[in-house]
C-alpha cells in the first residue's frame, strides 16, 4: 500500500466514523482511500479550519474522528489545534499533517512538530507503511487514553512510498455517551486558564509513561556510534548503518527523557538524525546529553541514504545520477490557465497570484503572475497595495485565484475588498475542479467527496450577494472576449470580478472534439502561436510551426493568435 493508503486503512480500523479534509499534496490520498470503507463518513471541506472543526464537533459528540491535511494546512487549522489541545476529547481525535521536506508541491518548507510543541499536542510519527496503518490506530487510542487530540506526522516520501501492508479487521466503537461539560468544552478565559494547568499535567505524564511505550524502542548494535532517529529517516539508518544502535522513536512529542538518557549512556558517539528542524536534538541537548546533528545534517530539504553515508563514511554514490536536462513544471495543452495569462499578457497588466497551478503563470514564457503568499491572498494583496500605492498603483493590476481557492479563503479577501472601499479586479479562474491536487470536488461542483450529488455554489452569485455589481463570466478561451472585458473592468474605479469559466483539460470525461492543425503555405513565420508556450508547438528548422497531434487538446488558443490563418481547427 501506499502510506497514505495504509492511513486510510488503518483509521478504518480503528473505528473512525467522521473524516474532513482540504486536498493538498501530499495528504490528499488519505480521504480519497477513505472512500472506500461506507462505514466512515468523508468530506471535502471549504479548508482545513472547517474541516478540523468538524472532526471536533464529530469528537465532542463522541465519535472517532480525524481531519487530514499538509503541513501548510496546519497552519489554517492552528486556530481550533490551539484550542482544542485545551478541551481534549471525548471520541478519539487525530489531525494527520503531512510535511513537505524537498519542496515538492508547497510554498514553504516547515515542521509540524514545531507547531505541535507551542500547541501542546503530542505528535507520532510512522516509518512505513505498515506502522502508517499501525499507528493511527495507536494514536486514537493514545488520543482517548490522556484526553488529547494527536497530530500523526507524515512527510511526502512516507505517503507516496508503498511497503507491504497486514490488514486487520474494524473494530467498531460504541459513540460515547455525551455529556455536558461547559468548563471542559467552552474556553472562555476562566475555564482555559483550569484547562492549561491541566494540558502541562498531561504531557508531563505522557513523557513520564512514553519511556514504556512500544512504539519507542532501543534496537541494540555497535556501541561505538549510535542514532536517534524517527520517521522515513529511520529507514536510512538502517540502510546505511545496520550494525549501528539505534534509538527510534514513534511518540516525538513529547519525548521519552529517561529512555533517551538510558540510550545515549549506551553509546560513544550519538547522532541525531531527523528532517527538517532540530526539534529532537535540541531537545537532547537540553538534558545536557551531548550529540551530533544539525552541525554535519542540514535542517534544509529532504534528507536521503547518500546523504548520510557522505557524512558518516565520507563516500559518494558508485552510481552518480545522469546530467539530464532541467524539467520544469508547465501548463498542460489546453489549460484554460494559459489563454487568460496571454490576454492579461498582451494588454501588459500584472497579477497577484495565489497557489494552484495558475501559479505557473510566474515563470516564462508567460510571466504575469507577480506575487503568491498562500492560499486565498492574492484578493488581499491587491488590496493592500492599493491602500499602499492608492488606485494608480494598481491600474495595471488584477488578482487571479482558482474557484476552489476562492471558496477556501478568498470568499474573505473580497468580502474584505467590498467592505473596505477598495477598488481592482479579481479573476476568478474556475476550471470546476480542484487541479493543483488531482481533480477534487468542492463546493461549486456539485458531488461530494462520497460521490454524491449535491447544490453547487454559484460563484457568480455569491460574488453579486456581496454588494458587487460588475460581475462577468467569459469564456476562457476566447480571446478577444478576454482582452475586452478585463479592458474595462481594470479601468473601473470599483472592485469587479471576471470569472474565467473553462474546465480543466485533464478533467475526468472531458471530450475535445476537435485539433489544430498547421497550415504551412500561410505561416509568416512570426512566431504569435508560441507566445503562450503550449508544449504541443514547435518550431522546426525552416521556422514554420509544428503541432504534436498526441498532445494538442484543440483548444484553439493557438489559432486566435495566428493573424494569418495559418492554424485551422480539424474534427476528429
Not at 134 to 155: G, H, N, Q, V, W
Not at 251 to 277: D, G, M, N, R, W
Not at 297 to 315: C, D, H, P, W
Request: charged letters at 25%.
Amino acid at each position: 500500500m501506499l502510506g497514505n493508503a495504509a492511513i486510510a486503512r488503518g483509521a478504518y480500523e480503528a473505528g473512525v466514523k467522521v473524516s474532513a479534509a482540504y486536498p493538498g499534496t501530499p495528504s490528499t490520498e488519505i480521504s480519497e482511500n477513505l472512500t472506500n470503507y461506507k462505514e466512515v463518513y468523508c468530506e471535502w471541506s471549504p479548508n482545513e479550519k472547517v474541516a478540523c472543526e468538524v472532526a471536533i464537533g464529530a469528537s465532542m459528540a463522541g465519535a472517532r474522528s480525524m481531519a487530514s491535511m499538509k503541513h501548510v494546512g496546519l497552519n489554517v487549522a492552528s486556530d481550533p489545534l490551539y484550542t482544542v489541545s485545551y478541551i481534549g476529547v471525548s471520541g478519539g481525535l487525530v489531525l494527520v499533517v503531512a510535511d513537505d521536506p524537498g519542496l515538492y508541491s508547497s510554498q514553504n518548507e516547515q515542521d509540524t512538530r514545531m507547531i505541535a510543541r507551542a500547541a501542546m499536542v503530542p505528535v507520532i510519527e510512522p516509518s512505513d507503511s505498515q506502522e502508517a496503518k499501525d499507528f493511527i490506530k495507536i494514536a486514537f487510542d493514545l488520543s482517548e487514553e490522556y484526553d488529547t487530540p494527536i497530530i500523526m506526522r507524515t512527510t511526502t516520501r512516507l505517503g507516496h512510498s508503498q511497503g507491504l501492508v497486514t490488514l486487520e479487521d474494524r473494530v467498531e466503537h460504541e459513540n460515547k455517551p455525551y455529556e455536558r461539560n461547559a468548563a471542559k468544552n467552552v474556553m472562555m478565559p476562566g475555564m482555559a486558564k483550569q484547562r492549561h494547568i491541566y494540558v502541562e499535567k498531561r504531557l508531563k505524564k505522557m513523557a513520564e509513561d512514553a519511556s514504556s511505550m512500544s512504539i519507542n524502542r532501543i534496537e541494540e548494535g555497535d556501541k561505538k556510534i549510535g542514532f536517534i532517529t524517527s520517521g522515513i529517516a529511520y529507514q536510512y539508518v538502517k540502510e546505511v548503518c545496520p550494525e549501528a544502535s539505534v534509538l527510534k522513536l514513534g511518540l516525538v512529542h513529547p519525548l521519552p527523557t529517561e529512555l533517551i538518557k538510558k540510550f545515549a549512556a549506551s553509546v560513544e558517539k550519538l547522532y541525531i538524525f531527523e528532517e527538517l528542524e532540530p526539534v529532537i536534538e535540541e531537545q537532547v541537548k537540553a538534558m545536557g546529553i551531548e550529540c551530533i546533528g544539525k552541525d554535519v545534517f542540514t535542517v534544509q530539504g529532504e534528507y536521503s541514504a547518500n546523504m548520510l553515508r557522505k557524512v558518516i563514511y565520507g563516500t559518494e554514490p558508485e552510481v552518480k545520477p545522469y546530467d539530464v536536462p532541467a524539467r520544469p513544471p508547465i501548463l498542460c495543452p489546453g489549460c484554460p490557465h494559459r489563454s487568460v495569462y496571454t490576454a492579461l499578457k498582451y494588454l501588459k497588466i500584472h497579477a497577484a497570484g495565489d497557489i494552484g497551478c495558475y501559479t505557473l503563470g510566474a515563470v516564462a514564457p508567460l510571466n504575469v503572475v507577480d506575487t503568491a503568499v498562500c492560499m486565498g491572498s492574492s484578493i488581499s494583496t491587491l488590496h493592500g497595495m492599493e491602500k499602499a500605492g492608492g488606485r494608480e498603483f494598481i491600474k495595471d493590476w488584477v488578482a487571479v485565484i482558482g474557484d476552489s481557492t476562492f471558496l477556501h479563503t478568498g470568499v474573505n479577501s473580497l468580502m474584505n475588498m467590498v467592505y473596505n472601499k477598495a477598488t481592482g479586479t479579481v479573476l476568478i479562474l474556475d476550471n470546476s475542479t480542484t487541479g493543483m491536487t488531482g481533480h477534487q470536488d468542492h463546493a461549486a461542483t456539485g458531488k461530494t467527496l462520497m460521490g454524491e450529488p449535491t447544490y453547487a455554489i454559484d460563484i457568480y452569485n455569491l460574488c453579486k450577494s456581496m454588494g458587487i455589481d460588475n460581475v462577468v463570466e467569459v469564456d476562457s478561451f476566447n480571446q478577444e472576449e478576454l482582452r475586452k472585458v478585463i479592458k474595462e473592468e481594470v479601468a473601473r474605479d470599483a472592485v469587479s470580478v471576471v470569472i474565467c469559466k473553462a474546465p480543466c483539460a485533464l478533467l475526468k470525461g472531458q471530450k475535445f472534439p476537435y485539433k489544430c492543425v498547421p497550415v504551412p503555405e500561410k505561416c509568416k513565420k512570426c512566431g504569435a502561436c508560441l507566445r503562450p508556450g503550449c508544449p504541443a508547438l514547435t518550431r522546426k528548422e525552416d521556422g514554420t510551426v509544428s503541432i504534436d497531434m498526441t498532445m494538442c487538446n484543440g483548444c484553439g488558443l493557438c489559432m486566435q493568435m495566428c493573424a494569418f490563418n495559418a492554424i485551422e481547427k480539424v474534427t476528429v
